[in-house]
């Protein structure tokens, strides 16, 4: 069913998180951003925009637990990416990078 195969889909997300604060965690003064993480509306194909937009806004948490600053992504995705980066402000005190690429069509 779509909601037991949506669980997985968090489980997994929430492990992949898990696994990258574990190693951040273990090598101090290694890691030295999260990233890199965001959108990009001109890969739908590879992952629905409203996948991309949800787990956008899991990455922050991770930012905010290792209290590093963010390498950032976009990509024909501007009011989406603004709005979800304003609501997570508080969440990145240390600030970050974004690249931005024009659209590919």
Known sequence: SSTSSESCS????AAH???LQVIAEQAPGKV????EFGLDYDR???????????????????????SLPLFLHMRAACADFVDIVRR???????????HCLPSIQ
């Open 10 to 13: 968090e489980a997994r997300a």
């Open 17 to 19: 998180l898990k696994a």
């Open 32 to 35: 030295v951003a999260v990233g």
């Open 44 to 66: 739908v194909q590879f992952c629905p925009v409203e996948t991309q937009k949800k787990y956008f806004e899991y990455q922050f948490a991770l930012a905010e637990t290792l």
């Open 88 to 98: 997570n402000r508080h969440r990145f005190p240390r600030g970050g990078v974004v």
